[in-house]
Nanobody, 128 residues
């Protein structure tokens, strides 16, 4: 069984930064692609960022491109999301997700159905 545990959320002011972490346990981490999603109250869960197994390929939602950075440390079985220049509209619960395979030709890393395992989420609240 795979377990994902997020941490690093909090209450911050607009313009601040945070680093979210997602620790993965239970199976070989190195061949997963990993993603971050977020869900604000009353809204659907939306894609934020994804990274392939090597960390060499990254994907971002347009709304966070240039402000957020996804990375992974295979030795620590951890994926990170550095979030900079936070805005009130970034307020949401941030979820880490794992797909038990590499990215294929028809993989859409932006879709929730591509991911088999999810963490419990970490709250990020940005005040104006």
């Amino acid at each position: 069984q795979v377990q994902l545990v997020e941490s690093g959320g909090g209450l911050v002011q607009a313009g601040d930064s945070l680093r979210l972490s997602c620790a993965v346990s239970g199976r070989a981490f190195s061949r997963y692609f990993m993603g971050w999603f977020r869900q604000a109250p009353g809204k659907e869960r939306e894609f934020v960022a994804a990274v392939n197994w090597s960390g060499g390929d990254t994907y971002y939602a347009d709304s966070v491109k240039g402000r957020f950075t996804i990375s992974r440390d295979t030795a620590k079985n951890t994926v990170y999301l550095q979030v900079n220049t936070l805005k009130p509209e970034d307020t949401a619960v941030y979820f880490c997700a794992a797909a038990l395979r590499s990215i294929g030709r028809y993989t859409n890393v932006r879709e929730t159905y591509e991911y088999a395992y999810w963490g419990q989420g970490t709250q990020v609240t940005v005040s104006s």
